[in-house]
């Protein structure tokens, strides 16, 4: 989100990732401005791992590493998907911040991610990407799974705690999940992949 410049310029970059959710867009314009090529990313699928493995392979002379890395990938995604079929579906609650209380929508690449596992993100306010909302009984009786994110804020076992004790009778639901396994894309998403298998299959 943000950078030195004189720092990047010293490295004299052929190239910058950027990313439309993560990098704002004048630091993005700047970097571009300063003659560094930049390539914008943005995935809002699990699927759209395989278009970013064959974009950066293309762009970087590793055509065979990101062809390695789709077969990973497939295989990791079609052992998630044959255990859920398994699964009963399951209404989450992805917890990403608080002060304010803040969750993701079902159209974010977390959303659909989870929907790999059949859990399907509950969502309050669809008009809004990451919406701020009231954690109380009444939200929480939608739904099956309360998921206490490691980031961006860094959701502990404490936090778990604190919410069973503030809730107790849906004390059951609350979950510390890891959050880059399932908000990372790129190479990381193959090891999201099995994560998220042996997560939800416990």
């Known amino acids: 989100k943000k950078i030195n410049f004189r720092k990047a310029a010293d490295l004299n970059p052929t190239h910058a990732l950027v990313n439309i959710d993560e990098t704002p867009k004048s630091l993005a314009d700047k970097l571009n401005n300063m003659g560094i090529e930049t ?3 943005h995935p ?3 699927k759209d791992n395989r278009k970013l493995f064959q974009l950066l392979g ?5 055509r065979n590493r990101a062809k390695q890395l789709t077969e990973d990938f497939d295989r990791a995604l079609r052992k998630l998907q044959s255990l859920s079929y398994k699964w009963q579906p399951k209404r989450a609650l992805y ?11 079902p159209d974010t690449y977390i959303g659909d991610v989870l929907k790999q596992a059949n859990w399907m993100i509950h969502a309050y306010t669809p008009e809004e990407r990451y919406p701020t909302i009231s954690l109380n009984d009444r939200v929480l009786r939608d739904v099956d799974l309360v998921l206490f ?9 404490n936090h778990v705690r604190q919410f069973q004790q503030n809730f107790p009778a849906h004390a059951e639901k609350a ?5 880059e396994m399932v908000s990372w894309y790129g190479s990381r998403a193959i090891k999201g992949l099995h994560y998220l298998a042996n997560f939800a299959d416990q």
Do not use: H, Q, R
Not at 95 to 105: A, D, E, G, R, Y
């Open 44 to 46: 809002l699928l699990i």
């Open 149 to 157: 994110s490691s980031e961006p804020f860094p959701f502990s076992v």
């Open 39 to 41: 390539i914008v990313t």
């Open 58 to 62: 293309g762009i970087f002379g590793a």
């Open 95 to 105: 917890l990403i911040w608080t002060n304010p209380w803040m969750t993701v929508s």
């Open 175 to 179: 979950k510390l999940i890891d959050g």
